[in-house]
């Protein structure tokens, strides 16, 4: 029978005594608990030695008790102060005494025969015997001070001293039970050590001397086993949402799209609103909407040729042939500043500064919305906008590439699209994928970008657009049925969670 080093090792410990705790073995052979743990496993496999557990019950000290171990039983700390005094009052004893313990300390006393009891001027007055002079240590005394050294002791050695029933009466000690391993030879294990085992250090490591030495020719190597059970472990990883916003990002460069980046979280009225033709009086600009910055109130707006053309748009729609909201438009409200409410508003700033035609862009931005949080709700959350601009663009692209993304990219089985509004967009649609647990989840707005805005930001080719809330696509790929787990601090889920790509 082939047995490694440390099965060698630890049968031969073994045999000394025939049958141990696991930690006691574990100190005979010095190796490692690990070590120990998956010799014992591979003896047991071969029929060596055998691992078992059994529950034994104990005894160990209580809150109280453990303040006894360090101040001292109260029947000690009375008897001090009779000694001291040689008569003494309740009241005298109630200097070392708390309320609860004075109650029972007369008749303890007497019981220990310490202390005899008269009525002096109708009070209780104690008086100190001869044996409370020379008192010595009770089994008490010896089991509370067992009990301080041990933690815990089986019940039978405390029986020995002391019936335990005593113990918990007086609130010093309590049982419980706790699960020991143990290891025992095996009548073969004990027959192969009988017969000698070459105990022959092994080498795990091949290194250059061994060979240059020829020394490998003699020495033993370790066996490896690798099917053995080992102990998990948690190396350092991205947590697996920011893995998820990776990937997407590398997915999109993959396909060809550019990314858009801002290195602020705050964005002007002008280009979260403005600059996409959404009209200044509209509702999801009031805060119910959106979140507005408290100071500094307001930023600057770009060039004034895009402001007035913008203005124009707003106001009469431009060049357009469109008639526009038909209302004066507010400079000052365009200023206001306020935490980014849509990805979008990096689109706008994109064709304002030029785009290629043809040419894809995207981003991948945090967006802030006031909301109630639920599970499928954020009031900060991602999303990834972007627009293909093309001379020969229409609505069909744009939900083919739409349904590309849902299904590629987010991994949703089943797409839907419905008519929706957005004021930058005409037509619109609204999509939504389906979730096992969740049903049917709305992840995002798309639509054509109405030329009041693109022609305003200097770009005259169609322009396909999209804002998706990556978050609930996340949750798809991550398996969770509550979004707020995305940013959870659950270790267990950052260990765990799986991408499934
Ligand atoms: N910005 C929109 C989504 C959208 C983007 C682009 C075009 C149409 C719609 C939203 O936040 O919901």
Known sequence: MELSYQEKLTLIKLSEVGRTKFEELVKRTGLDQVAVMRAVLGLQSKGLAKLYE??????????????????????????????????????????????DELKPIVGLLRKEGWASVRKEDGKLVLEITEKGLNAE?????????????????????????????????????????????FVEIAPEGAELVKGGIELKEEVSNLTPELIKSGKWREVEFKRFNISAPVRRIYPGKKQPYRAFLDKIRKRLIEMGFIEMVSDSLIETQFWNFDALFQPQNHPARDWTDTY?????????????????????????????????????????????????AHGTALSGRQLARGVEIP????????????????????????????????????????????????????????????????????????????????????????????????????????????????????MFKLGIDDIRYLFSYDLRWLREARLVW
């Open 54 to 99: 059994k529950s034994e019950r104990v005894v160990k000290l209580t809150e109280t008790g453990r303040k006894y171990a360090e101040i001292g039983l109260p029947e000690w700390r009375a008897l001090a102060v009779l000694k001291e005094k040689k008569k003494a009052t309740l009241d005298d004893l109630g200097n070392v005494l708390s309320e």
């Open 137 to 181: 240590e009770r089994p008490i005394d010896a089991a509370l001070k067992l009990l301080t050294e041990k933690k815990t002791v089986p019940l039978d050695e405390i029986e020995g001293l002391i019936p335990v029933k005593e113990l918990k009466r007086r609130k010093i000690a309590e049982e419980d039970s706790v699960t020991e391993r």
């Open 292 to 340: 507005q910055l408290k100071y500094p109130k307001s930023g600057h707006l770009p060039m004034e040729e895009l402001v007035a053309s913008v203005k124009a748009a707003h106001e009469h729609g431009g060049d357009t042939g469109s008639r526009g909201w038909g209302y004066v438009w507010s400079p000052e409200r365009a200023m206001l500043l306020m935490p980014r």
């Open 359 to 474: 040419g894809k862009y995207f981003t991948i931005q945090r967006v802030f919305r006031p909301d109630v949080l639920d599970r499928t709700h954020l009031i900060e959350f991602n999303q990834v906008d972007g627009f293909v601009v093309g001379e020969d663009l229409n609505f069909r692209n744009l939900l083919g590439i739409l349904k590309r993304f849902a299904v590629e990219i987010a991994g949703a089985k089943k797409v839907k699209f419905l008519p929706d509004y957005y004021p930058f967009t005409e037509p619109s649609v609204q999509m939504s994928a389906y979730h096992p647990e969740l049903g049917w989840v709305e992840f995002g707005g798309a639509g054509i970008f109405r030329e009041e805005m693109t022609k305003a930001l200097g770009v005259d080719v169609p322009v396909i657009a999209w804002g998706i809330g990556i978050d609930r696509l996340a």
